[in-house]
């Protein structure tokens, strides 16, 4: 279950600038929040080929905004009036990032949002199983920890579940580990976090940060800040949204990893996935450490070996939660077949 060290290091972050194979990536729910900015990233990734956008409305716009980038990308923007416009978004993708879905308001958690975004993520996993069932999913709608559940659940009704292929995205609480230290040791450094999305399930491991030391009080607050960043925001935000900025780059970039991967480079990650490492203790999915290669996830690589006591004990803690939103969304899929 852990590694040493050493082993944790997670590639380059910037966008590859080498000549890039043919890479459709679909959008569904890119005239969100989250979705404009994110297709817009996509859209400056010159290992991006062809987006193909889709939301309820609008996307026709976004499409032609983000089309004027000055990338060789080819853009399609559907909506739900447009005749085939999921299906003709989806076919060819090789990567289908879903941010679909309400955006938190202040005093809601990601679980409250789980009536709406899980009936959108069931319905938008089956058309991803209709028409392109060997991409990569990028989960992004919350609550990630239920509604990566509900799409491997979906997939293995339609027969075509590949658990190598489904992730969710946590980026985000890497990048905000990463800023949240850079204001202390004046350098961004990379920070493991591993566990869930959601509030105690995310588990920051400042242990493996190299020369680190902080005292008690000092890492119970970053903990804490990293925890429930999106509070923040949503706070700031003042109702009237979340954090769509800082999710959009997240998200694209752990797009962008899967890419240079699918063109032959060794790039490592942090994903929340369907894993064995808490069989015993019935959970299977947990954000973990991870190898990838064109098909998805190469291999499950362990959790450092020199983890800290007190990240174990948040480990202990997140379980049982990770377990309950894991339980909600397959039942969810169970109950509306």
């Known amino acids: ?113 789980f009536n709406t975004n899980a009936g959108i993520v069931r319905d938008l996993a089956k058309a991803c199983a209709e028409y392109c069932p060997k991409a990569k999913l990028l989960i992004i709608s919350n609550p990630v920890n239920s509604t990566v559940p509900i799409a491997t659940e979906v997939f293995k009704k339609a027969g075509v579940y590949d658990e190598k292929k489904i992730f969710g995205v946590t980026s985000l609480d890497l990048v905000r580990a990463s800023r949240f230290i850079g204001d202390k040791i004046g350098k961004i450094v990379d920070v493991p976090v591993i566990g869930g999305h959601a509030g105690i399930t995310i588990i920051p491991l400042f242990s493996q940060v190299e020369g680190l030391s902080l005292t008690g009080e000092e890492r119970d607050a970053l903990t ?63 954000s973990t450490y991870v190898k990838l290669d064109k098909e998805g996830v190469k291999e499950i690589l362990p959790l450092p070996e020199s983890i800290s006591d007190y990240e174990k004990d948040l480990i202990q803690k997140a379980i049982p939660e990770l377990k309950k939103s894991e339980t909600k969304g397959t039942s969810f899929v169970a109950s509306s077949q």
């Open 224 to 286: 804490y800040r990293v925890q429930f960043g999106g509070d923040e925001v949503v706070k700031a935000k003042d109702g009237l949204g979340s954090a769509t900025l800082s999710m959009a780059y997240a998200g694209a970039r752990f797009a962008d990893s899967l890419l240079r991967a699918a063109s032959g480079e060794n790039v490592l990650e942090w994903a929340f996935i369907r894993t064995d490492m808490f069989k015993n203790e019935g959970l299977e999915f947990f």
């Open 1 to 113: 279950m852990f590694a040493s060290r050493n082993a944790i290091k997670v590639a380059a972050r910037a966008f590859s600038t080498s000549v890039p194979s043919q890479s459709k990536v679909a959008v569904l729910g890119a005239a969100g929040g989250i979705g404009q900015p994110l297709s817009l990233l996509l859209k400056a990734n010159p290992r991006v080929t062809e987006l193909g956008l889709y939301d309820i409305v609008n996307t026709p716009g976004v499409a032609a905004d983000v089309g004027h980038v000055n990338t060789l990308s080819k853009v399609e923007g559907y909506t739900a009036k447009d005749q085939d416009g999921l299906k003709k978004a989806l076919q060819g993708a090789e990567l289908v990032v879903i941010p679909a879905g309400v955006p938190r308001k202040p005093g809601m958690t990601r679980d409250d949002l």
